[in-house]
């Protein structure tokens, strides 16, 4: 798998950068100016949505991470970098220098997690997290740097098929029938029109208000596409399938 990087990446000159793999292969990461926390769970959470998990594959966290800090010295006010990967992700060393723009460094072993990154231990979500073990291809680039998180285009280029999944999501208020309407007419007009796979999540904003926000919903119905990029948004009028399909991306199918 050839994998290359744009001449014109961003890469500030202090950072911490977090990445995190699936068993399969795939990766999400971020590039942290402000070295704040708790990415992992961004991460995780992100990874839920994108391959559509039943729930956001923290247990990843301490056997398939790696992280690289470039930091000030204070007393030689040169910069110096850190950077250690989780056995299981060493490999993936060339991504992981491609990606944080670190050039040919050699990457450290992270202290090894006993009871945590045992096989068998990993291997009893295989069943429940199946999408985990399969290669999509899928190199994400998450900011989170404003308040809406956005998911951004990969920062390298993957010479393979781009994963070819749509993930949606409804957002509604209640449970009417004009609801139940409008759920049925979508998945009619997708499973005969998208020609690839699609989950849609029904999400009501009385009991999740918080998802809305993160979403920029202000007004019902709205149809979210989150995958694939770039992220577009249809409110009110889901009867008409050619703005539906022009919003997806999907046009040529029609």
């Known amino acids: 798998m050839t994998k290359s990087t744009p001449d014109n990446l961003p890469i500030p000159r202090l950072y911490k950068g977090i990445a995190l793999f699936t068993p399969g292969g795939d990766l999400i990461y971020c590039i942290d100016p402000h070295k704040q926390g708790r990415w992992h769970s961004h991460l995780c959470a992100a990874l839920q949505e994108i391959l559509d998990l039943p729930e956001p594959p923290h247990f990843l966290a301490p056997c398939y991470t790696a ?5 000030l010295d204070p007393q030689s006010q040169q910069v110096k970098t850190f950077a250690e990967a989780s056995p299981a992700v060493l490999k993936h060393q060339a991504v992981l220098n491609a990606i944080f723009n670190t050039g040919n460094l050699v990457w450290q072993p992270a202290p090894w997690q006993e009871g945590l990154c045992d096989r068998m231990v990993l291997a009893t979500y295989h069943s429940s997290f199946p999408q985990l073990w399969e290669d999509h291809d899928l190199i ?79 007004a019902t119905p709205t149809l979210v596409k989150v995958w694939p990029l ?13 703005k539906i399909l022009q919003m997806l991306g999907a046009m040529d199918n029609l």
Do not use: C
């Open 67 to 71: 992280t690289v800090d470039h930091w």
């Open 140 to 218: 994400v680039n998450l900011d989170l740097s404003e308040q809406a998180p956005k998911y951004y285009p990969p920062a390298i280029t993957v010479q393979k098929a781009p994963l070819k999944t749509y993930v949606l999501r409804l957002f509604v208020v209640g449970h009417s029938a004009n609801t139940e309407r409008i759920l049925k007419n979508l998945h009619e007009l997708l499973e005969r029109s998208l020609g690839y796979p699609y989950t849609m999540k029904v999400i009501d904003v009385l009991t999740n208000p918080e998802q809305a926000e993160i979403d920029q919903v202000s």
């Open 230 to 242: 770039p992220i577009r948004r249809m409110v009110g009028d889901l009867d008409n399938a050619a």
